[in-house]
């Protein structure tokens, strides 16, 4: 089979995905129009034409303007339904999805809603697609630790239904040690820890995502590799990390792809993934990535089932049924 049937075929987990980050302009269009919002752009076209980005800040910019047309439980039960439609088209079998709750909720759209709708989402691409789910709630990390402790609370009467919580957005200058306490508090109360460490930020921030947030993966983690001994630890510990080689190439984290250094990571024995992170932004979905850093660094087909073996392993699904997939 051709490169682009092996990577569709080869069962996958996503471990790093936005759900607002997979609203694509015609639906954004379409929600506009339903809860009766002007949209900034004239046309879907011109939606995709502001799609240049130069950094993080750029991108977050227009996607917390996107996701303004997102109001109902129905709003997010099609974003989230597209998302999974589109994934388990292309072999995902298992995704964790982030959401982040203060966009919404500081917009004035209950908790409630947002997450009724995803929930409701999941079940279906269950019974669908036996594509199975986990939820990662986010805290935006360019606002307060007070604030995150208000939409942890805001949670408590779903956190049996959501796995992790993960910190985004902002990452320079809003170092994980900010977060110390809330993610402590997470802990005590059960859930798994992500961290978008090391993306723009240095790699003591992907320390601190370690030390003090007691991290179960590393979201992007790119930066990394300027520190030998930190690429030892994390390679010995097994930790995963959920690269997202298209985002990166959007955000100008890697100037070319022909230089992503997912290779490397696996070279160095890190538990590296393959992720889309906001695929209607960054210009696709999994496989799509898998595909673009295949081409552009040349990977085995060894390489590629390796990648998908560890987003199982990294995943948090319980260990018989990683067994299950690997
Ligand atoms: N980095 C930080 N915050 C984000 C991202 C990202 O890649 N995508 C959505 N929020
Ligand atoms: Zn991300």
């Not at 982030?98 to 019974?127: C, K, N, W, Y």
Request: aromatic share 8%.
């Amino acid at each position: 089979v051709d490169l682009e049937a092996f990577v569709r075929g080869l069962p996958k987990a996503e471990l790093h995905l936005h759900i607002e980050g997979s609203l694509e302009p015609e639906l954004m269009f379409a929600l506009a129009k339903r809860n009766g919002i002007a949209l900034p752009y004239p046309s879907v076209e011109a939606v995709r034409a502001a799609y240049a980005f130069s950094n993080l800040q750029d991108f977050l910019d227009i996607y917390y303007a996107g996701a303004s047309v997102l109001l109902t439980r129905q709003d997010f039960h099609d974003l989230a339904m597209a998302y999974f439609d589109r994934a388990a088209a292309e072999g995902v079998r298992h995704a964790e999805i982030m959401f982040d709750p203060q966009t919404h909720t500081d917009r004035g759209v209950p908790f409630a809603e947002v997450i009724e709708g995803l929930l409701s989402a999941m079940a279906e691409a269950q019974a669908r697609h036996g594509m199975t789910s986990a939820l990662i709630l986010s805290f935006l990390r360019h606002l307060s630790q007070d604030a995150a402790f208000a939409t942890l609370a805001m949670a408590e009467p779903w956190l049996d239904r959501i796995t992790a919580v993960g910190l985004d957005s902002s990452e320079v200058g809003h170092p994980p040690r900010k977060f110390e306490q809330v993610f402590a508090a997470a802990a005590a109360k059960g859930l798994k820890r992500v961290a978008h460490a090391g993306e723009e930020g240095p790699p003591a921030y992907v320390y601190e995502a370690l030390d003090l947030l007691h991290v179960d993966r590393i979201d992007h983690g790119n930066r990394a590799l300027e520190d030998e001994d930190l690429v030892a630890r994390l390679a010995a510990q097994g930790m995963t990390l959920t690269v997202c080689p298209l985002s990166n190439h959007k955000l100008c984290v890697v100037d070319d792809l022909a230089d992503h250094p997912l290779d490397r990571m696996l070279a160095l024995g890190l538990a590296a993934t393959v992720n889309s992170d906001d695929p209607a932004y960054f210009g696709g979905y999994v496989a799509d990535n898998y595909l673009a850093v295949a081409r552009a660094r040349g990977l085995s087909r060894d390489q590629l089932a390796q990648l998908a073996r560890n987003s199982f392993a990294g995943s948090f699904l319980p260990q018989e049924v990683i067994a299950s997939h690997i």
